[in-house]
């Protein structure tokens, strides 16, 4: 499945990115990086399995400051 990234956006609990496309046999975490030069160490939701094949992901500290997201799979 291509996964395509279709809303995101801030509010009071945090950064969020809508996923589309997500397979329900697979895993997925939503990653941070600070300088995209960091390898995305902060992994800041799942890893865990889609409730279906459109699902949202959260970061609840987003840095004040630039930083830059990407949906990873993961083995389930």
Not at 9 to 25: E, K, N, Q
Not at 49 to 59: I, K, L, N, S
Not at 64 to 70: E, I, V
């Amino acid at each position: 499945f291509p996964v395509t990234l279709s809303r995101w956006g801030f509010d009071p609990a945090g950064f969020h990115v809508r996923a589309d496309g997500l397979d329900l046999s697979r895993s997925y975490r939503l990653a941070r990086s600070l300088d995209l030069l960091d390898g995305f160490p902060t992994i800041v939701d799942g890893p865990r399995p889609p409730a279906a094949t459109v699902d949202g992901f959260t970061d609840p500290s987003p840095p004040s400051g630039k930083a830059f997201y990407r949906i990873e799979e993961t083995s389930p």
